[in-house]
Each structure stands twice: as structure tokens, then as C-alpha cells.
């Protein structure tokens, strides 16, 4: 778009509330915003009236501007959310964070409820706890209930098979429904007063076991009554190491944030019932907007696929959107969610709190990037690259015999994972084993935009992977890219302790070489292993990253080919045969006799599985 064009656009914008994009030359979203005036935001872009940090770099870049209208600031609120999420804007503060906290959930509609560790909460009914944020705490937690309150723990194909109480049973940790040693409503019973305990409820709790208690007692119950003295024990002795850090009993998150220069680190601590549940360390952001921004676009993408929402979201500093953002959450919540910026008092400390974790976690980061610069420069240095390599991404290729052929990158920033660059890859064009026609498509795949370009291109291979990046760089006319190829090769081991007329063990050692374009011979980085380390490293998670996608495509695959043909074989059945036999060609194998002893299959469904074996010889081995 001309200037002439542009100029004419941003005077003619509309003055009511909505979302803008901003685009570069080519196409591309560089911004995303929102506003209640459009054509007053969108010229203080280009009357020098923005004083934030990236505007200098930003208006520049611009080459047309795209308004959508909407009829209240929350539905802009949240159509900017989503585009920025689908478009993930260069200027625009975006984080990915990877790591979803485990939380308990436990649904009292079933008839024999359970707890279970969830990572994902959905709106399904359900009563969620947590989040916690150390697996070890959440399964105490769980381990503590269970001691307590013996619910089932066994999954449901167990559940509905099982014939004779468990192991769990025997030693007093569970009250067996699955062999109706136990009606629904003692079940029950105890099922709300765990939720009572988990819920923060101890006092309430504790006066109704002791009334309970009291009146097994007096109707010599002794068994029971002994029963619900050692529970009240044991939730006394809980209730007493608890902290409480809050006067109310509200549930709350409270963010802190520390920054420096263009890079801040978020921390949020969780606070349920009163209680420090634990806290969330925040990907690091780098950008140059302000540090209100920043917190802005935070509690919009942290809280976008967010499900377990506080009622009350404690701040550091004042935001523009700060209604705005707590009418969207009461809306996502269904009740009512504060916003606030503590003063002072218990909450003010508790924001304080955060803050000191967030710069813990920020000095921690940057002492570990300190310690990785060094193996990064040294790198360069040995291979005598174009560049410090900041950022290096990684291929590898995972097949058996050409199936399931997958594709990963890895990439590292700093010389750390950088997981928000990971990228996998099902390979498409190539059939059969041929490693260097994978390779070929993963990399122009990936770089065929060549957008986004890493510092430093580590291929896991030798020389063959090696010339097969550099034709697909020299095709796409990328040239200021650093390769490298790192492959294992077995070399004699010399002892040095052989004295004269000894021999040599002749035991052979595998040992990493480097491989440069341009050079015969490869380079042994053994005599630096800082810098070899951090290569291997990245090639160990590389190959993590591919056969993980590898094996969870042949297990679908697995799934797929053999069972869900066959008619009467739903879901239930189908985890019932898998469990029983563990491996897919033993059940190929299986006659119908055999068949029938998997819980759940009977004469019919066990000659129906038996006939489509028969009839499907030429099914895939995996």
C-alpha cells in the first residue's frame, strides 16, 4: 500500500470501539491492538504522541492498517486475544508457556467417585483443587487422602472387572466398592468429607466427625467409632502444619513481575482456601513496551485457555483494561472476579511476595545464560563460525524401516531449551528408509518462509545429512546461515598406562565429531567439553523430541489398524484387550479360548475379533 493510501486510511479510521492489525510489506500481522477510539489510538501511532519503546522500530514496518468494530470494549478484549494468538504478531507481547500444573479432580455425580491427577481441567461438572505446582506435593496430597479416606483408586476397566477385593483393600486403603463391600451412601459420605478437607473446611469437618465419633460410640459401633477417631487425628495434625497466608478465604492468584531493561520475568502465586498452594514461574518476555502492556497482554493470554479462575486476581501496577479484563473473567468464571492493585496491608505483601520470586527466578535464569555464554562463544570460536550462535536449531529423523516416519526440531536460545520453537514434522513425500529425502523435506519446510532464521543449523549425521542442509539452504538462497553435522564414529582406545612389550585392548569407543562444510576431515571437540556438551545436548533433545512423536504415532497407528475395525469393539473392550495382552501381536495370535479370558470379551465378540484376524491376514506388523 502507498503512503498516500495509508494516510488516508488512519485519517478516515472509526471512532468507535475495536481491533486493529497492523501489516508489513508483505502481508503479515506485526501488531495487534484494541481501542475505544480507533482513529485516536491509530494516529498517536504516527503523530509521535506513542512515547512506548517500540514504536520507532514499529511504525516504520508499516504498510496498511486493517479496523474491525465491535460493540463493547470486552468483545474486543477478547477478539484481540484470539488474534493475537493466531497470528502471533512480532510486536506484540506473546508467550507460549508449555507447562500445564497438575490439578485434582474428582466428579461426586459418579456412583463411586475418585480422585485423579488432571493437567488440563474442563468444564465437565466436575470439583477441580489445585493448581499444584510440584508433582511430588500434589501426589503427598493424594497419598494423604488416600490414607484417610480410603476411596478407589483402581481405573475403571479394573473397576467394573474386578471379581476380588485388590491389595488396597487388604491393607486398609480402600472400602472396595468394586465387590460391594460398601453401600453408595457410606461411599458417598466419605467422598464430601474429603472434599470438605480439600476444600478448607477443617473446622466444619472435624465438629461433624466428632459428633459422628460420639454416636457410634453410644450405639457400640466401637470399630467405626475407632475408625473416626484415627481420621480426626490425623486431620488435626495436618490442619496444624498448614500456614495460612491470607485473612480472607478466597481463592486468589497474585502476579509479580521483575524487569530489566527489555526482559521481564513474570511469577504467579496461587493461594486457595487461604492456603499457598504454590506458584508458576512465567516464560521470560522480551519486548520493548511498557511494563503495563506487558501485564495486560499477561493476564489476557495466561487466562485465555486458563479454566480454574480465582475470585480475585491481585496486580502490581495499574492497567488501561483492568474492568474490562475482570468483567471477561467473571463472564469466563460464572461468578464474580475482582481485579486489584493492593495499597497496602496483607495483600500489598503478598504482591511484594510475588515480585521477590519473579526477580529470584529472573537472577536465577540469567546466572545459568552467564554460564552458557561461555560454551556458546567457545563453540564459535572451534568451528570458526560466521557468528556467536545465540540461537541453534536442531533436525533428526525417527523411522523403523520407513513407518511412521517423523521429522523434530529443536531449538536453543542462549544455550537453553526453548521449547516455544520445537517443531515436529510427519513426513509427507518420502517413502520407504531414505534418512537424507526426510531431512531434505523436514528443512525446506521449515525454511522455505525463510523467516525466523537461527544463528547456527545442527543436523544429527555425518556428512551425507550434512551436504543434504546445505543444498536445501543454497535452493531457498539462504546463505548467511551457519551447518553443522554431528555424528558418532568408533575409535581404538589407546591405554595410556602400556608399557613396553604391553598391547594395546584394541576396545573401541564411540566419540562425537563435528562435521563443516568446505572441510574433508572432522573436527573432535574431546578436548573442550563445554562446548561439545552443549551440541550433544541439543542433538540428545532433538532425538527425545522425534521418537516421542515417533511412538505416539505408532501407538495410534497400533490402536487404529487392528481393533477399531472390528464390529462390537468400542473403547472399554478395546482397553481391556491391550491391558491383558500389552502387545497388539500376541493378541493376533490369540485363539478364542484365550480371547474369552480378557474381562469383558464373551463367545461372540471373542469369534468376531478371532474372524477378522482370520480374514485380515495381511494386517501391518509394527
Given at each position: 500500500m502507498s503512503t498516500d493510501l495509508l494516510k488516508n486510511k488512519i485519517n478516515n479510521a472509526p471512532k468507535g470501539i475495536g481491533v486493529y492489525l497492523m501489516r508489513d510489506k508483505s502481508g503479515?500481522?506485526?501488531?495487534?491492538?484494541?481501542?475505544?477510539?480507533?482513529?485516536?489510538?491509530?494516529?498517536?501511532?504516527?503523530?509521535?504522541?506513542?512515547?512506548?519503546?517500540?514504536?520507532?522500530?514499529?511504525?516504520?514496518?508499516?504498510?496498511?492498517?486493517?479496523?474491525?468494530?465491535?460493540?463493547?470494549?470486552?468483545?474486543?478484549?477478547?477478539?484481540?486475544?484470539n488474534l493475537i494468538k493466531e497470528h502471533r504478531p512480532r510486536y506484540n507481547v506473546y508467550f507460549r508457556d508449555d507447562k500445564d500444573y497438575?490439578?485434582?479432580?474428582?466428579?461426586?455425580?459418579?456412583?463411586?467417585?475418585?480422585?485423579?491427577?488432571?493437567?488440563?481441567?474442563?468444564?465437565?461438572?466436575?470439583?477441580?483443587?489445585?493448581?499444584?505446582?510440584?508433582?511430588?506435593?500434589?501426589?503427598?496430597?493424594?497419598?494423604?487422602?488416600?490414607?484417610?479416606?480410603?476411596?478407589?483408586?483402581?481405573?475403571?476397566?479394573?473397576?467394573?472387572?474386578?471379581?476380588?477385593?485388590?491389595i488396597e483393600y487388604e491393607i486398609g486403603r480402600c472400602l472396595a466398592p468394586c465387590c460391594n463391600l460398601v453401600d453408595a451412601e457410606t461411599y458417598h459420605e466419605m467422598v464430601r468429607d474429603a472434599v470438605s478437607f480439600m476444600e478448607g473446611r477443617g473446622s466444619k469437618l472435624k465438629a461433624d466427625l466428632r459428633k459422628r465419633m460420639k454416636t457410634a460410640a453410644e450405639k457400640f459401633r466401637f470399630e467405626e467409632a475407632a475408625r473416626i477417631r484415627d481420621m480426626?487425628?490425623?486431620?488435626?495434625?495436618?490442619?496444624?502444619?498448614?500456614?495460612?497466608?491470607?485473612?480472607?478465604?478466597?481463592?486468589?492468584?497474585?502476579?509479580?513481575l521483575h524487569r530489566e531493561k527489555d526482559l521481564t520475568q513474570a511469577c504467579v502465586i496461587f493461594i486457595r482456601k487461604g492456603r499457598i498452594m504454590g506458584s508458576k514461574r512465567l516464560p521470560l518476555i522480551r519486548a520493548g513496551a511498557g511494563s503495563s502492556e506487558i501485564l495486560s497482554s499477561l493476564l489476557k493470554r495466561y487466562y485465555n485457555d486458563e479454566f480454574l479462575i480465582p475470585d480475585e486476581v491481585l496486580i502490581p501496577e495499574k492497567i488501561e483494561d483492568r474492568g474490562v479484563i475482570a468483567e471477561w473473567l467473571t463472564d469466563k468464571k460464572g461468578a464474580s472476579v475482582s481485579v486489584e492493585i493492593p495499597q497496602k496491608g496483607k495483600k500489598k505483601a503478598l504482591?511484594?511476595?510475588?515480585?521477590?520470586?519473579?526477580?529470584?527466578?529472573?537472577?536465577?535464569?540469567?546466572?545459568?545464560?552467564?554460564?552458557?555464554?561461555?560454551?556458546?562463544?567457545?563453540?564459535?570460536?572451534?568451528?570458526?563460525?560466521?557468528?556467536?550462535?545465540?540461537?541453534?536449531?536442531?533436525?533428526?529423523?525417527?523411522?523403523?524401516?520407513?513407518?511412521?516416519?517423523?521429522?523434530?526440531?529443536?531449538?536453543?536460545?542462549?544455550?537453553?531449551?526453548?521449547?516455544?520453537?520445537?517443531?515436529r514434522f510427519r513426513i509427507r513425500s518420502v517413502a520407504g528408509m531414505d534418512d537424507y529425502g526426510m531431512m531434505y523435506e523436514v528443512m525446506k519446510r521449515r525454511y522455505s518462509g525463510r523467516e525466523d532464521l537461527p544463528d547456527l543449523i545442527l543436523v544429527d549425521g555425518g556428512k551425507g545429512q550434512l551436504n543434504v542442509a546445505l543444498t536445501v539452504l543454497d535452493e531457498l538462497g539462504i546463505g548467511d546461515v551457519d551447518v553443522i553435522g554431528l555424528a558418532k564414529e568408533a575409535r581404538e582406545a589407546v591405554p595410556s598406562v602400556c608399557g613396553p612389550g604391553r598391547k594395546s585392548s584394541g576396545i573401541l569407543k564411540k566419540e562425537d565429531r563435528v562435521y563443516l562444510a568446505g572441510r574433508k576431515d572432522p573436527v573432535y571437540l574431546s578436548k573442550h567439553p563445554a562446548a561439545l556438551h552443549l551440541l550433544q545436548r541439543i542433538r540428545d533433545e532433538a532425538h527425545r523430541f522425534a521418537i516421542?512423536?515417533?511412538?505416539?504415532?505408532?501407538?495410534?497407528?497400533?490402536?487404529?489398524?487392528?481393533?477399531?475395525?472390528?464390529?462390537?469393539?468400542?473403547?472399554?473392550?478395546?482397553?481391556?484387550?491391550?491391558?491383558?495382552f500389552q502387545d497388539a501381536q500376541k493378541m493376533r495370535g490369540a485363539s478364542v479360548e484365550e480371547l474369552k479370558e480378557v474381562p469383558g470379551i464373551g463367545g461372540v465378540a471373542a469369534e468376531q475379533i478371532r474372524k477378522y484376524f482370520d480374514e485380515n491376514p495381511d494386517i501391518p506388523e509394527e
Open positions: 503479515r500481522v506485526i501488531y495487534v491492538g484494541k481501542a475505544k477510539n480507533l482513529r485516536s489510538r491509530i494516529r498517536a501511532y504516527f503523530g509521535m504522541k506513542d512515547s512506548r519503546p517500540m514504536i520507532p522500530f514499529l511504525v516504520p514496518k508499516i504498510c496498511d492498517v486493517e479496523f474491525i468494530m465491535t460493540d463493547t470494549e470486552k468483545e474486543a478484549l477478547i477478539l484481540e486475544n497438575f490439578n485434582l479432580r474428582i466428579d461426586q455425580r459418579e456412583p463411586f467417585p475418585q480422585f485423579q491427577l488432571i493437567r488440563r481441567p474442563k468444564k465437565d461438572g466436575a470439583t477441580y483443587f489445585g493448581p499444584f505446582s510440584s508433582s511430588t506435593a500434589v501426589k503427598e496430597t493424594l497419598h494423604f487422602i488416600q490414607r484417610i479416606f480410603p476411596m478407589r483408586t483402581c481405573k475403571m476397566v479394573e473397576f467394573q472387572t474386578r471379581s476380588r477385593p485388590c480426626l487425628r490425623a486431620i488435626e495434625q495436618t490442619l496444624e502444619k498448614q500456614k495460612i497466608m491470607s485473612m480472607s478465604s478466597r481463592d486468589q492468584d497474585v502476579f509479580g504482591v511484594e511476595m510475588a515480585r521477590q520470586n519473579a526477580e529470584n527466578l529472573f537472577r536465577t535464569e540469567r546466572a545459568s545464560e552467564q554460564d552458557h555464554t561461555s560454551e556458546i562463544e567457545s563453540l564459535a570460536d572451534l568451528l570458526r563460525l560466521k557468528k556467536v550462535p545465540r540461537r541453534i536449531e536442531c533436525f533428526d529423523i525417527s523411522n523403523v524401516g520407513g513407518r511412521h516416519a517423523v521429522g523434530s526440531l529443536a531449538a536453543f536460545t542462549g544455550g537453553m531449551p526453548d521449547k516455544s520453537r520445537y517443531k516421542s512423536y515417533y511412538r505416539k504415532l505408532k501407538q495410534k497407528n497400533d490402536f487404529r489398524s487392528i481393533l477399531d475395525d472390528i464390529p462390537g469393539i468400542g473403547e472399554i473392550r478395546k482397553k481391556a484387550l491391550l491391558m491383558h
